[in-house]
C-alpha cells in the first residue's frame, strides 16, 4: 500500500484508533435534549474550513501517527474491506467531538443531520412522550395532552424495555427514540414497566403527525391564568403575547407559568417573555465566550404588563431558556419559584455545517443570570419545593399545580414574596416537627408497651 497521502485523506484517518475508544466508551446520546437544548441562539451554521495537520503540528501531535494507524488498522482488522470508509470519518469525528467531555456538544452525520432538522419545526411524528435513557431502556417522564401515547394509556413514569420486540437498554437514546417514533400512520408495539405493578406490560400506540402549539393558557382557582409553555421556538413569542392579551382583557389578578419539562430553545423567545415582567433596560441574561470580547448582555426592552403576583413551576428537566426565564424572574424578585431544581443547562451551543452537509454542534459560551449567577449542572433551586408521591403517579394527579393555586391564595394574601417563602418554610418545619414528634412518641409507647409485656 502506498504511503502517499494527501492532506484530506490524513485528516480522515486521524485518531481512528482513539474515536472508536472514545465513542464505545462513552457514546450515550440524549436525544431529547437534542431537540430543546440545541440553538439558544439562532445562528446560521459556520461553513468550516480549517488545516487540522497543522493544528497537530503546533501541539506537539506528530501527523506521521495518522499515517502509523491507519496503516495497522487496514492491514490487520479482519474486515477492513467491508467497512465502509464514510462510517470510519463519521466514528472519527464522533469520538473527536466526545472526548471534549461535554455532553451538550454533538456531532450528526447526515442522516442524522436531516432527521434533526425535522424536529426544529415542531412537527413531530410519533407517540408523543418526553423520554430518557434509563438503565432498562427509556423512561417516559411527560406526555403531552393530546398524545397517542396518553391515549394508548401510556403514564409518566413508565419504562419502555422494548418497542416492536427490539430491545431498547442497549441502545443510545437517539436509536431507542428513532425505533419508536418512526413512521406516522403505523402500529408501534411497546413492552413496558411500570414500577408499581409487578407484570410487564403491552402497549400499542399508532404513530401520529401533530403540529402541536407551543404554548396553553386558561384561566384556573378563579382569578389566575394559567399558561404553559412546552418550548421556547419562534412562534412561542405570539401565542404567549396572545395569551398575555387575553389575561389583561379579563383583568385577571395573578399568574401561573408553568416551565416543567421545557428543555429550552431560543434565546431571543426568552428575552421578548421576559420583556413583559422586567423593567426596560435591565440585564435579562449575560454570555461569556472563549474570548471576552464576544460577551454580551441582553436587555429589557420594555414592561408593558401591570404588575401582578407570578409564580413558575420547574422541574429537573427545565433546562436553557427555560432556566433563563425563571433565572432573571428570581433574581429580580419578580416570581416565585416552586417545585424542583432545574436541569442545570447553562451554556451555547452553535452549528457547524462540515463540507458533507454533516454537523458539529459546539459549546462556545455559557450564560449567566442578572445577579451574575452560574449554575451549570446544578440548576436553579426552588423558593418552595414540593415532592412528588407514588400515588400522585398512579392517579395522574398535579400536585406541584395543586399547591401552587394554594401558594398564590398565600402570595395574593401577603402581596410579598418573601412573606409567602417564610410562610411555607415555617409550615415545613411545622409539619416535620410533628412528624419527629410522632416517631418519638411512637417509640416511646411501643418502649412502654414491650416492657409492660415483661
Not at 229 to 245: G, M, N, P, R
Not at 302 to 323: D, H, Q, R, T
Not at 392 to 417: C, G, P, V
Request: net charge neutral; hydrophobic share 40%.
Amino acid at each position: 500500500m502506498t504511503k502517499t497521502f494527501t492532506k484530506q485523506f490524513a485528516i480522515v484517518i486521524f485518531l481512528i484508533l482513539f474515536s472508536f475508544l472514545c465513542w464505545f466508551i462513552s457514546g450515550k446520546w440524549e436525544y431529547f435534549n437534542y431537540v430543546l437544548n440545541t440553538y439558544l441562539e439562532k445562528k446560521e451554521p459556520v461553513q468550516v474550513d480549517s488545516g487540522l495537520t497543522q493544528i497537530l503540528k503546533e501541539n506537539g501531535i506528530k501527523p506521521e501517527l495518522l499515517n502509523e494507524a491507519y496503516d495497522i488498522i487496514s492491514k490487520n482488522y479482519y474486515s477492513f474491506s467491508n467497512t465502509p470508509k464514510s462510517d470510519l470519518i463519521s466514528w472519527m469525528i464522533k469520538g473527536l467531538v466526545t472526548s471534549l467531555g461535554d455532553k451538550h456538544s454533538e456531532y450528526f452525520n447526515l442522516d442524522e443531520t436531516k432527521k434533526f432538522n425535522e424536529t426544529l419545526s415542531w412537527d413531530f411524528e410519533g407517540i408523543w412522550a418526553v423520554i430518557q435513557k434509563s438503565d432498562f431502556g427509556v423512561v417516559v417522564e411527560r406526555l403531552i395532552a393530546w398524545a397517542p401515547a396518553k391515549e394508548a394509556g401510556i403514564l409518566s413514569g413508565d419504562i419502555i424495555i422494548k418497542a416492536n420486540d427490539i430491545e431498547l437498554k442497549n441502545l443510545s437514546l437517539f436509536d431507542a427514540v428513532n425505533k419508536i417514533k418512526w413512521p406516522a400512520g403505523t402500529v408501534v408495539s411497546l413492552e413496558i414497566i411500570r414500577p408499581w405493578e409487578k407484570e410487564v406490560i403491552r402497549k400499542e400506540v399508532i404513530r401520529k403527525k401533530i403540529n402541536i402549539p407551543s404554548v396553553d393558557s386558561k384561566i384556573i382557582d378563579k382569578n389566575t391564568w394559567y399558561i404553559m409553555l412546552s418550548i421556547f421556538w419562534e412562534k412561542t413569542w405570539d401565542e404567549f403575547k396572545k395569551a398575555l392579551d387575553e389575561l389583561n382583557s379579563k383583568k385577571i389578578n395573578s399568574l401561573i407559568i408553568d416551565l416543567r419539562d421545557n428543555g429550552g430553545g431560543y434565546l431571543e423567545t426568552a428575552v421578548s417573555i421576559l420583556s413583559n415582567f422586567v423593567e426596560k433596560e435591565k440585564v435579562l441574561v449575560t454570555t461569556k465566550e472563549k474570548n471576552p470580547l464576544n460577551n454580551k448582555s441582553y436587555f429589557s426592552y420594555g414592561n408593558s404588563n401591570p404588575k401582578i403576583p407570578i409564580i413558575i413551576l420547574v422541574n429537573g428537566n427545565s433546562a436553557s431558556a427555560s432556566e433563563i426565564t425563571a433565572g432573571a424572574l428570581k433574581d429580580y424578585n419578580i416570581a416565585l419559584v416552586v417545585w424542583e431544581k432545574t436541569y442545570g443547562k447553562w451554556s451555547v451551543q452553535e452549528p457547524f455545517i462540515l463540507s458533507d452537509g454533516s454537523e458539529m454542534k459546539i459549546t462556545i459560551a455559557k450564560w449567566f443570570t442578572p445577579l451574575d449567577h452560574w449554575i451549570d449542572w446544578i440548576g436553579i433551586n426552588p423558593d418552595i419545593e414540593i415532592k412528588f408521591t407514588k400515588e400522585d403517579y398512579e392517579k395522574n394527579f398535579d400536585r406541584q399545580l395543586d399547591e401552587a393555586k394554594k401558594i398564590m391564595s398565600k402570595l395574593l394574601e401577603t402581596k410579598n414574596i418573601k412573606a409567602t417563602i417564610d410562610f411555607y418554610n415555617n409550615l415545613k418545619k411545622d409539619e416535620e416537627s410533628k412528624k419527629l414528634w410522632d416517631i418519638t412518641n411512637s417509640g416511646a409507647s411501643l418502649t412502654w408497651a414491650t416492657n409492660k409485656a415483661k
